[in-house]
Each structure stands twice: as C-alpha cells, then as structure tokens.
C-alpha cells in the first residue's frame, strides 16, 4: 500500500501541473472504487480552477475554491501526469484507468488502481471537517507530533508500540514499512506496550520517525506492488531497509537474525539483540 512517503512524494510530482491551472473536464471510466465516484463529478469540476494540492496522511487534497477533490491510493492506486502537444493524442487509457482530470492546457492527472481500493471524492466546505479527516491526529513531520504527544496518549495503554504508530487517531499516516523501519533505528521493540515507554525513548523514536520518512520521501518513496511516481519512474528507498522485508537475514548492526512476527495481521520485522 503507498504510504506516506509515496503519497508525498506523488503530491511533489503533480503539485507543479495543476497548482494554478483550470479545470477542462472529467471523465469517470468506472465509478466502482472503494466509495462510488459521485456521477456528477465531472459536472462540478469543470471550469474549476485549483488553488493548491495538498496532503493528510495518506490523502491527496485538490483545492478547486468552491470545494475539494480528495484523492487516496488506496492498495494499488497511483497518480500520473500526462502531457500532450497541440495536436497529440493522449496515452490511450488502459484497462485500470478508472478516472482522469482533463486541464484547459491539456495536461491529464490519471488515476490508475488494479484493486480499486482507492478513492476519488468531492467536499464542500472545511475539508478536514470531511469524516475520514476529522479524527485523524498530527502529522508525523510537523513539529505537533512530539514525544510529549505520544507520552500523554499512550500512558497506560497496553497496545503493542507498533499498533500504536499505526493508529491514525495517535500519529497519522506512518505506515507499516516506516513504522518498522523507525522502531529499528529507535532501538526499540514492536512488541513492547506503548505504555511501558518513557520520555527519553519516545524522543529517540520521535527522531528516528521523522528522519526514516524524511529518508524515504527524498529517495522517492518504495516500490511496491503497482506504484510509481507521477513521472511513472519507481522510488528507491526499499534498497535501504534494514529490517522491513529481511527476515531470516543478518542485522547490518549486530549481525543477529531479523525475525518477523504478525501484529493485528500486519508483520512486524525486527532484531531481537538490538529492539529492546
């Protein structure tokens, strides 16, 4: 699933086409994704024009004034931008091209999702008011998400710190491969609750989150399953994992084991000698 990092990294690629621009038209291929394209989409985006695009968590934020598009990637789902000369015929869609923004200067933001797990929705109003926003707690690279915060939601939690980092409603949009990533660097295990954690680790994990998505976003993001940038190029960060996805390979720190284990049917990587 495109994770924080990827959404970013897409929201950079196809900021500087549409920031500015006006809507030309809309066109719905198949409405069926994890919530039903609204049928009069099209209808209400054209001659929109787009203020700024956006990111929460793991959403895309179009602003086109009189209302948001929201875009999420959902298991399987990417962003492209195409360009077209004068003249030119556009990339002939494919078969999982469920839905394209067509710009007056012809450039095209096509969504293409195999799974159909993602989202193409319309908001009116205060956006972040829209219900899969509204709970979400800080975001990992702002300087609202602190070992503080972390400290005063989870005293005496009992959830294990790795569930905890994915809890949308704690930290927002982390991520399973960053969060095992992170914890690694932080020295600390997946297993242990969030509530046995003190203030000088939740420091170091704070660090170690906001230096592995920092990493990771330059790198552009990891390749997986079906997504690449807007440029249609892969990210490269998966080259430096340490222990997400090595499982029976050597710690590159203290040459031990990396075990896997599942938590909330997610897997966990890590090195036992050196998470504590």
Known sequence: MP??????????????????KTIAGAIIRNSSLRWPIPDNLPETLTGAKI???????????????????????????????LLTASGDVAELP??????????????????????????????TGNVFQHPLLTHLG??????????????????????SIKQTLLNGRIVAGIGNIYANEALFLAGINPK?????????????????????????IQAGGSSLRDFVKSDGNPGYFQQH???????????????????????????SFFCPNCQR
């Open 94 to 123: 494919g078969k999982h091209d469920h839905f394209d923004v067509i710009l007056t200067d012809r450039t095209i933001l096509r969504l293409r999702d195999p799974r159909r797990f993602g989202a193409v929705l319309w908001h």
């Open 138 to 159: 800080p975001e990992p690279l702002t300087a609202d998400f602190n070992a503080p915060w972390l400290l005063k939601k989870t005293r005496n939690s009992l959830a």
């Open 192 to 216: 242990i609750a969030a509530g046995r954690i003190g203030m000088m680790r939740y420091e170091k994990l704070v660090q170690a989150i906001k230096h592995i998505l920092q990493r990771a």
């Open 51 to 81: 203020q700024n695009v956006t990111r929460r968590a793991k959403y895309l934020l179009i602003d086109c004034n009189l209302g948001t598009l929201i875009l999420h990637l959902g298991m399987s789902g990417s962003l492209r931008i």
């Open 241 to 267: 994992y340490a222990v997400y996805g090595r499982e029976g390979q050597r710690c590159m720190q203290c040459n031990h084991m990396i075990k896997q284990l599942k938590q909330n049917h997610r897997s």
């Open 3 to 20: 994770e924080l990092p990827e959404v970013e990294t897409t929201r950079q690629g196809i900021a500087p086409y549409l920031e500015g």
